[in-house]
């Protein structure tokens, strides 16, 4: 969740590192705090709340200037968001400052044999012990690489940790176990980073950091080891964006700027998808053809927004591929004891290829003998490299907590693997495939023309910012869509908010109606699956007859919902299984101008992170 930032060369550390932490704030905003190597030793400040607090401090109170230094943007964990709690921490002598991303599960044992040994800690937090330990092991090799290598053998959990000591002046070590922690490779200088945004004004060349391994970063060098010591294999690679899609780009957040970039990151996912023999081609799949005949189940494992792509994805499996397909909640998935084995594929759904709880459930899969295809935004990030294959999305850098882009081009891949399943089993002919492919690509003019027509969203949404509830009724593939709007609002608003299959209404939820509480209901097509669309007129009655405020997405042309809807927005006609790419945006639209008129962080809202790294 934290966003960590290393830096060795010969700029100012201090410039460096703030500006990195200024692009992986949506990491963590609970706390910051820099420390850098300037004059022998060791400088640092730190402060409760956001970036913006630490940046006052620094004015008032400047850091001496020193080329080599680290930061931290804080999500917390253990201990409350408090200075003293906030990151870097320090030994008692002040020559050792670290940072950290992740949890120590046997920190409270370690503690106590520090304690034992005379040494003072001071915050509630775990990270505080590996200062210490550092500090101890330092003092007898003398080399913060090989300390740091002997401090990780002893912790438990997942971690990233990134240090520096004023005895080693131009070195910023790191490790990574669970966490993420990649590496920028520059002219004269070195980055360290949970994410390349941090780093890619500089940079784009880059190199993945794999698991239990230590990095010792210079100014001229970068050298990487397991936690033994032995020397270990890395693998470079090029980051296909640049600092401007990292940047607001003239939106005032970057949730507006995501959802305006919707219509591209599609088109993207979808580009070079055909080859020249008219066959569907994903060529980062390097998954052979024969394994995936064998297949006879399939389990999606996602968490949050990822999982109602998941759901989504379940009708588009079952429909072309007639394979089996089970959705499973990642941080419940292997605590239930899942029935998997070696015909079992399992699909992983992460944006940031970091969500531990997924990581954590693919692993336990891949125990059990099955295949793992991630479908994932960022490339060299621990799912993927974990996983037998992988799917890009090709969304590019999403930087607002709540996910808008991100779900669209996980479903948009989530249909690609199932046509490339219908592909190889046989169950989809080649002009079928074609077809979908043909009508996926038309998707992105779509979601331009709906986001052409959003102002009376806007309007809507600001007249019910007082409102407490807001419900989502969805049928189909509109249940997973009706699920996500209501995430939404939850993440943003901070409103009630709850979705609901609408068949489910009258088996308890109706309960919930009352006069004015505003229902969104996510109408299908009455074109294809007409029995669905009149059930869930009838369910539009149902509500409006209690004194419910209907707010109906209906496609163009779906006269029968008028005279039922208060308010009525339209979406372009889609394909059925298609129509969720269109129907989010609004809900997407709704709830960041409802957000915003009840005066809330939109990109940062409370107690949240974008990539969550822990269980």
Same mark, same amino acid.
């Given at each position: 969740?934290?966003?960590?930032?290393?830096?060795? /060369?010969?700029?100012?550390?201090?410039?460096?590192?703030?500006?990195?932490?200024?692009?992986?704030e949506?990491r963590?905003?609970?706390?910051? %705090?820099?420390?850098?190597?300037?004059?022998?030793?060791?400088?640092?400040?730190?402060?409760?709340g956001?970036?913006?607090?630490?940046?006052?401090?620094?004015?008032?109170? &400047?850091?001496?200037?020193?080329?080599?230094?680290?930061?931290?943007?804080?999500?917390?964990?253990?201990?409350?968001?408090?200075?003293?709690?906030?990151?870097?921490? #320090?030994?008692?002598?002040?020559?050792?400052?670290?940072?950290?991303?992740?949890?120590?599960?046997?920190?409270?044992?370690?503690?106590?044999? #520090?304690?034992?040994?005379?040494?003072?800690?001071?915050?509630?937090?775990?990270?505080?012990?590996?200062a210490?330990?550092?500090?101890?092991q330092?003092?007898?090799?003398?080399?913060?690489?090989?300390? *740091?290598?002997?401090?990780?053998?002893?912790?438990? %959990?997942?971690?990233?940790?990134?240090?520096?000591?004023?005895?080693?002046?131009?070195?910023?070590?790191?490790?990574?176990?669970?966490?993420?922690?990649?590496?920028?490779?520059?002219?004269?200088?070195?980055?360290?980073?949970?994410?390349?945004?941090?780093?890619?004004a500089?940079?784009?060349?880059?190199?993945?950091l794999?698991?239990?391994?230590?990095?010792? #970063?210079?100014?001229?060098?970068?050298?990487?080891?397991?936690?033994? /010591? @032995?020397?270990?294999?890395?693998r470079?690679?090029?980051?296909?964006?640049?600092?401007?899609?990292?940047?607001?780009?003239?939106?005032?957040?970057?949730?507006?700027?995501?959802?305006?970039?919707?219509?591209?990151?599609?088109?993207?996912?979808?580009?070079?998808?055909? %080859?020249?023999?008219?066959?569907?081609?994903?060529?980062?799949?390097? *998954?052979?053809?024969?394994?995936?005949?064998?297949?006879?189940?399939?389990?999606?494992?996602?968490? /949050?927004?990822?999982?109602?792509?998941?759901?989504?994805?379940?009708?588009?499996?079952?429909?072309?591929?007639?394979?089996?397909?089970?959705?499973e909640?990642?941080?419940?998935?292997?605590?239930?004891? &899942?029935?998997?084995?070696?015909?079992?594929?399992?699909?992983?759904?992460?944006?940031?290829?970091?969500?531990?709880?997924?990581? *954590?459930?693919?692993?336990?899969?891949?125990?059990?003998?099955?295949?793992?295809?991630?479908?994932?935004?960022?490339?060299?990030?621990?799912?993927?490299?974990?996983?037998?294959?992988?799917?890009?999305?090709?969304? /590019? &850098?999403?930087?607002?907590?709540?996910?808008? @882009?991100?779900?669209?081009?996980?479903?948009?891949?989530?249909?690609?693997?199932?046509?490339?399943?219908?592909?190889?089993?046989?169950?989809?002919?080649?002009?079928?495939?074609?077809?979908?492919?043909?009508e996926?690509?038309?998707?992105?003019?779509?979601?331009?023309?709906?986001?052409?027509? *959003?102002?009376?969203?806007?309007?809507l949404?600001?007249?019910?910012?007082?409102?407490?509830?807001?419900?989502?009724?969805?049928?189909?593939?509109?249940?997973?869509?009706?699920?996500?709007?209501?995430?939404?609002?939850?993440?943003?608003?901070?409103?009630?908010?709850?979705?609901?299959?609408?068949?489910?209404?009258?088996?308890?939820?109706?309960?919930?109606?009352?006069?004015?509480?505003?229902?969104?209901?996510?109408?299908?097509?009455?074109?294809?699956?007409?029995? #669905?669309?009149?059930?869930?007129?009838?369910?539009?009655?149902?509500?409006?007859?209690?004194?419910?405020r209907?707010?109906?997405?209906?496609?163009? %042309?779906?006269?029968?919902?008028?005279?039922?809807?208060?308010?009525?927005?339209?979406?372009?006609?889609?394909?059925?299984?298609?129509?969720?790419?269109?129907?989010?945006?609004?809900?997407?639209?709704?709830?960041?101008?409802?957000?915003?008129?009840?005066?809330?962080?939109?990109?940062?809202?409370?107690?949240?992170?974008?990539?969550?790294?822990?269980?």
């Open positions: 969740m934290c966003g960590i930032v290393g830096y060795a /060369g010969g700029r100012s550390a201090l410039d460096v590192v703030v500006a990195g932490l200024r692009r992986l949506y963590g905003y609970d706390s910051a %705090g820099i420390a850098v190597l300037a004059d022998g030793g060791l400088a640092a400040a730190k402060k409760a956001k970036l913006a607090n630490l940046e006052e401090l620094l004015e008032g109170q &400047p850091l001496p200037a020193g080329s080599t230094g680290i930061g931290h943007t804080r999500w917390a964990t253990h201990g409350g968001p408090t200075d003293l709690n906030a990151h870097p921490h #320090l030994d008692n002598a002040g020559r050792v400052a670290v940072v950290h991303n992740g949890i120590i599960e046997n920190f409270a044992a370690l503690r106590a044999e #520090l304690a034992e040994r005379g040494h003072a800690l001071e915050s509630e937090t775990d990270t505080e012990v590996v210490h330990l550092l500090a101890e330092f003092s007898s090799s003398a080399d913060l690489a090989e300390a *740091m290598r002997q401090v990780c053998r002893r912790l438990d %959990g997942a971690f990233t940790l990134v240090a520096v000591h004023a005895d080693e002046p131009d070195v910023v070590v790191g490790a990574r176990r669970n966490s993420p922690l990649v590496v920028g490779v520059g002219q004269g200088e070195n980055f360290l980073a949970s994410d390349v945004a941090a780093f890619i500089y940079t784009r060349e880059a190199i993945e794999g698991q239990d391994q230590v990095v010792e #970063l210079r100014r001229d060098t970068v050298t990487v080891t397991d936690f033994e /010591g @032995k020397p270990a294999e890395v470079p690679y090029h980051v296909d964006w640049d600092v401007s899609a990292a940047e607001k780009g003239g939106y005032d957040y970057f949730m507006l700027k995501e959802i305006a970039e919707q219509p591209k990151a599609v088109a993207d996912t979808l580009l070079g998808r055909i %080859g020249t023999d008219g066959r569907l081609t994903l060529d980062e799949l390097r *998954m052979p053809d024969r394994l995936l005949r064998e297949i006879d189940k399939i389990v999606i494992v996602a968490c /949050g927004t990822a999982f109602h792509a998941g759901m989504i994805a379940k009708y588009a499996i079952e429909h072309w591929t007639r394979v089996p397909c089970e959705v909640l990642a941080s419940e998935f292997r605590y239930r004891d &899942p029935i998997l084995d070696q015909r079992t594929l399992v699909v992983a759904i992460s944006q940031s290829g970091e969500t531990m709880d997924t990581l *954590m459930a693919l692993r336990h899969a891949r125990e059990q003998g099955s295949k793992v295809l991630a479908i994932c935004n960022t490339n060299g990030s621990t799912i993927p490299r974990e996983s037998d294959a992988v799917l890009y999305t090709h969304a /590019g &850098p999403e930087v607002a907590v709540a996910s808008t @882009k991100a779900f669209l081009t996980q479903v948009v891949a989530c249909y690609l693997v199932a046509l490339y399943l219908g592909q190889v089993r046989g169950t989809k002919w080649g002009d079928e495939i074609t077809g979908v492919i043909r996926l690509s038309e998707i992105s003019t779509q979601v331009e023309q709906v986001l052409e027509t *959003m102002e009376p969203v806007r309007e949404a600001r007249s019910l910012k007082d409102k407490n509830t807001v419900l989502f009724l969805g049928r189909h593939v509109g249940y997973p869509v009706a699920l996500e709007g209501a995430l939404k609002l939850k993440e943003l608003a901070y409103m009630h908010a709850e979705g609901f299959a609408a068949g489910e209404l009258k088996h308890g939820p109706i309960a919930l109606i009352e006069k004015d509480l505003p229902v969104v209901v996510v109408v299908p097509s009455p074109r294809g699956r007409s029995v #669905l669309h009149d059930k869930i007129v009838s369910n539009i009655q149902e509500i409006r007859a209690r004194g419910a209907t707010i109906v997405i209906a496609e163009e %042309g779906d006269e029968a919902v008028v005279p039922y809807a208060d308010h009525l927005i339209r979406i372009p006609r889609t394909p059925v299984l298609l129509q969720p790419l269109v129907a989010t945006v609004p809900l997407q639209v709704f709830a960041c101008e409802l957000a915003t008129a009840r005066g809330n962080e939109v990109d940062q809202p409370r107690n949240l992170a974008k990539s969550v790294t822990v269980e």
